[in-house]
């Protein structure tokens, strides 16, 4: 993709944007965000003026000019979160890669009651060795063990990337060298200096298109309870099938069928007899009549051609694809054309 993740349109808003609004849904009205100048793009500085704006949130960024790590990149802004010393309160950190429910308040709330350095948002997986596994006391939710991905299973639990953390966390971080938040917890567990809290709603770590559709299928499913105007309904000349959620500036052609599980970015064109599942269109696609898109994320400014069947894959911005092509399991990247079918798993270059 051509974006920074923080940038990328899920459920047609920005990844940054969500996690923003959760912020700001908890009370918080300043938010630093700490970025490596190499990770983003052009359009970065313009991006975050507007989310200041559409949130109302005073938003200060801190620049990495060499990648310091998670750890690392928090002591950078050190002096932004004190006030230069004069501020000991508590604060949020949210990695930029995941998505969950963000039970905030509820997180702080933790955090001031048992009074330890950090406390830990965790959740339940099923593969847990491939995260931060987190060993609790099941009375107290005092964290006893922090491993990164154990080779033989300690526990169901696993660290989300969202924590509480008092300032003191900053006299544990070295400067002068790449240091990971994967560092620090194990070491602030053994002191007893780390609580956990258990997430009850989803959370999905942001790792690649299959985590994506995922992350967006519990979304809308969401929105089905929590804000049910967000989604889309039958109309007369197409048909909505379970949670889809589709863009004001988005136009739908007769005979269409969406869903479940789709999005429709803005500006995009749909032309007769499309059918969608499990897919998501980003900004300005064209989807020409009678083709198949299903379980695939398809970039910006891409034209998909007519009777065209599309599964499990992910195009990067302006891809086109000739009429009548079986495109399954590839990666596209930008700016590329397909004139032949691909049948298996490969990378378009």
Not at 192 to 218: I, P
Not at 241 to 251: C, D, F, I, Y
Not at 302 to 325: H, K, P, Q
Request: overall charge negative; charged content about 20%; glycine content about 6%.
């Amino acid at each position: 993709m051509t974006q920074p993740l923080p940038l990328l349109e899920f459920c047609n808003r920005t990844l940054l944007s969500h996690q923003l609004q959760a912020l700001k849904d908890a009370g918080i009205t300043e938010v630093i965000i700490s970025y490596y100048e190499k990770a983003v793009g052009t359009t970065w500085d313009e991006s975050i003026k507007r989310l200041e704006k559409e949130l109302g949130m005073r938003i200060v960024c801190s620049l990495e000019e060499k990648a310091g790590g998670t750890a690392g990149a928090l002591k950078l802004a050190e002096a932004i979160i004190t006030d230069e010393g004069t501020n000991n309160s508590p604060f949020i950190l949210v990695n930029s890669d995941v998505l969950c429910s963000y039970p905030l308040r509820d997180l702080l709330h933790q955090h001031v009651k048992h009074a330890r350095e950090g406390t830990v948002l965790i959740t339940r997986d099923e593969n847990p060795s491939e995260y931060g596994v987190v060993v609790t006391d099941a009375k107290t939710g005092r964290v006893l063990h922090f491993v990164e991905k154990p080779s033989t299973f300690l526990s169901d639990h696993v660290n989300t990337g969202v924590y509480v953390f008092s300032p003191s966390i900053f006299k544990r971080i070295p400067v002068g060298r790449a240091v990971s938040m994967n560092e620090l917890l194990p070491i602030m567990a053994v002191e007893d200096e780390l609580q956990s809290m258990l997430l009850t709603g989803y959370w999905v770590k942001l790792t690649n298109a299959d985590s994506f559709r995922d992350a967006v299928r519990q979304h809308l499913e969401i929105n089905q309870f929590m804000s049910p105007a967000l989604l889309a309904s039958s109309m007369a000349d197409y048909e909505i099938r379970g949670n889809v959620m589709v863009h004001p500036t988005a136009k739908i052609g007769h005979g269409c069928v969406l869903g479940p599980s789709v999005v429709v970015g803005p500006d995009c064109l749909i032309e007769d007899g499309v059918r969608l599942e499990g897919s998501t269109l980003l900004q300005d696609v064209h989807v020409q009549a009678h083709a198949i898109i299903k379980d695939s994320i398809i970039g910006w400014s891409s034209n998909i051609g007519r009777w065209c069947f599309i599964t499990n894959s992910m195009f990067g911005e302006d891809v086109t694809v000739d009429e009548a092509l079986l495109i399954n399991q590839a990666t596209v990247l930008p700016h590329k054309e397909l004139t032949s079918n691909v049948r298996s798993k490969q990378i378009v270059i």
